[in-house]
């Protein structure tokens, strides 16, 4: 079966399942209208003339009534899980038909001075946006963080490598994990946001005060006590004084309490969408997994816990409530009652919680990948190796190097995407790439930086084949000049080469791709400044991709140091074409003039 008609299958039993669910709803809608009138009319019988089997008659009445709502609210939330999980199916199916993931895509991450410009990694239809499944802040932070600053140690790459694997097979999981996540309309605040951590480190006030403790149980029993004394008795002299004395403990400790709720309040829905992220979780077989089974022992049970914290959250807002503020509070003192239930729950959960929501992010994160790599099967799994180790054909590895076979840009689809093989670090440590405007030069570039990056994020690559050595990813393929900056194109091509090299006085291992450098200046100072420029790379620990329209550069291939490929393009029967497979040698062939002449320009 066909990734696509996976897809397709479950989304019908999602929509048999919605159906089924409706049916129900419809049926349960009919059951509480037909209850209710009879607990209404049982009441009104009762007050004409009480009898006892009227007073159970309507008992029974009232319980059946209160079980029927919680059943139909809880059809209403398997109804909206099946929703959510039909969107998630839908999407992936829009994705591997062409259409943009329904996601965000991680623009905000943007920035302009990395390789995260240059090899389209945030923004419409980039890397993250392809990747991204995330449901929370903390997710797409993790997800984003991971691309920012790739994994570099062959052996932690293989065991994200297992995750992914272990996560993209467990089909039925990943999608309800992500349906988990949306069951909150729109995507919140962060968990570990300021004000949830500052109520974390807040000491408990009330937990330990054993005459306060002492004082919530006894205070309420004596309104009660005094309420029943006045209807029986007219005596209102101790329910009097059971208020005076609750408003009083009350007003002694508002600062407190309401400082606590402008902390913790209106978080119910984050705390769910935790929990239920966590809860299917649990579920996951990790066996095989180091990484899986690390987060699934961490958040052991804490769907639990946070599920009773959302409740408590939940019950703390409703001090808001004028009815429990009026008479819940003064009678049974129920702020009191809620902070000491939520610090309890502090006491017993505050170190572990910021683990827990670590957790939701790597998860997230991981269900992204791993949704991914089953979406392209065709994709293999790279083999990161140390610098200078032995590969399986017992060649003694160079110190840095990159080997594939048809490889390709994920990005582009692949009906219309050319494989190409490529090695580097073998015979060379830079390689030129010469051709002419359109011919692929760029494309190439970025192919090869953004299947490294896959590969050290644990992904599978758009390769048949992909062996390297773990390294940073340097680029200066897309200039563009500031207003606000007051910066030239010149300038800011010049300060992105500026890092570049600054970067590599480090003596941290580097893949450099570079893009036809210094267009800003005239043809023979180009030249030189190109020619310098390449001479300083091969002093440094790093391989470099040069693309450039500069064919007198070709002229620098050495042996052992680098090589020289390129793209042609065809004019045939008076009409360009492309083939895009990359060659040895120097590019022949040009092709503005030509099309400059067939626009009709000259």
Request: glycine fraction near 6%; hydrophobic fraction near 45%.
């Amino acid at each position: 079966m066909s990734t696509e008609a996976y897809y397709q299958e479950n989304i019908a039993a999602c929509n048999g399942k919605i159906r089924s669910i409706q049916t129900r709803l419809n049926g349960m809608a009919l059951v509480r209208v037909a209850l209710f009138a009879g607990v209404a009319f049982t009441v009104y019988s009762l007050i004409q003339q009480y009898t006892l089997a009227l007073l159970i008659l309507a008992m029974l009445l009232t319980a059946a009534f209160i079980g029927c709502v919680n059943l139909y609210y809880r059809w209403k939330d398997q109804r909206s899980l099946q929703e959510k999980l039909r969107f998630v199916l839908t999407n992936e199916v829009g994705l591997l038909t062409g259409a943009s993931n329904r996601f965000p895509d991680g623009a905000a991450f943007l920035t302009s001075d990395t390789y995260l410009d240059d090899l389209d990694i945030f923004g419409k239809n980039s890397l993250f946006h392809v990747l991204n499944r995330t449901t929370t802040a903390r997710g797409m932070n993790v997800l984003a963080a991971r691309l920012r600053r790739p994994l570099l140690d062959p052996a932690v790459i293989v065991q994200e490598q297992q995750a992914v694997r272990i996560l993209a097979a467990q089909t039925h999981l990943r999608p309800l994990l992500t349906a988990h996540g949306l069951l909150i309309d729109k995507r919140q605040a962060d968990l570990d946001k300021a004000s949830l951590a500052e109520w974390l480190d807040t000491s408990p006030h009330f937990y330990r005060n054993g005459w306060l403790r002492a004082a919530i149980i006894v205070l309420p029993v004596v309104n009660i006590a005094g309420l029943l004394l006045y209807f029986t008795s007219n005596n209102f002299a101790l329910v009097v004084a059971g208020i005076i004395v609750s408003r009083l403990l009350l007003r002694a400790y508002h600062g407190y309490v309401s400082g606590q709720h402008r902390l913790i309040s209106h978080k119910q829905d984050l705390f769910d969408q935790y929990a239920g992220i966590l809860a299917e979780f649990n579920k996951a077989d990790t066996t095989g997994s180091p990484v899986l089974q690390h987060w699934q022992s961490v958040t052991k049970m804490a769907h639990t816990a946070i599920h009773r914290l959302s409740r408590l959250t939940s019950f703390f807002d409703q001090r808001l409530n004028l009815v429990v503020n009026v008479l819940l509070n003064t009678f049974f003192l129920y702020d009191l009652h809620c902070i000491i239930a939520l610090e309890s729950w502090k006491d017993r959960n505050r170190s572990s919680f910021p683990g827990w929501i670590e957790a939701v992010g790597a998860i997230e994160q991981l269900n992204s990948l791993a949704t991914f790599a089953f979406n392209n099967p065709d994709y293999v799994y790279p083999s990161p190796m140390a610098s200078g180790a032995a590969p399986t054909n017992g060649t003694p590895a160079p110190a840095l190097f990159i080997e594939s076979t048809s490889i390709a840009h994920p990005l582009i689809p692949a009906v219309r995407r050319v494989a190409n093989d490529f090695t580097i670090g073998r015979d060379e440590s830079l390689i030129l790439v010469t051709g002419s405007n359109m011919s692929g030069k760029t494309t190439f570039l970025r192919t090869i930086g953004i299947n490294l990056l896959m590969a050290q994020c644990g992904l599978p690559v758009c390769a048949a084949t992909f062996t390297f050595t773990p390294m940073d990813i340097l680029t200066s393929l897309r200039i563009s000049d500031s207003l606000q900056e007051q910066t030239s194109y010149f300038m800011a091509e010049l300060k992105k080469l500026q890092q570049i090299i600054l970067h590599l006085r480090t003596g941290a291992p580097a893949l450099v791709l570079i893009d036809e450098i210094l267009r800003g200046t005239n043809s023979e100072d180009k030249t030189s400044g190109s020619e310098q420029f390449i001479r300083q790379l091969l002093q440094y620990r790093c391989l470099s991709l040069f693309a450039t329209h500069d064919l007198s550069l070709g002229t620098l291939e050495q042996p052992g140091l680098i090589t020289n490929y390129c793209f042609e393009s065809v004019i045939d029967n008076g009409e360009l074409h492309f083939n895009y497979l990359l060659q040895r040698g120097i590019a022949r062939n040009r092709n503005a003039s030509f099309l400059m002449k067939k626009m009709d320009i000259i």
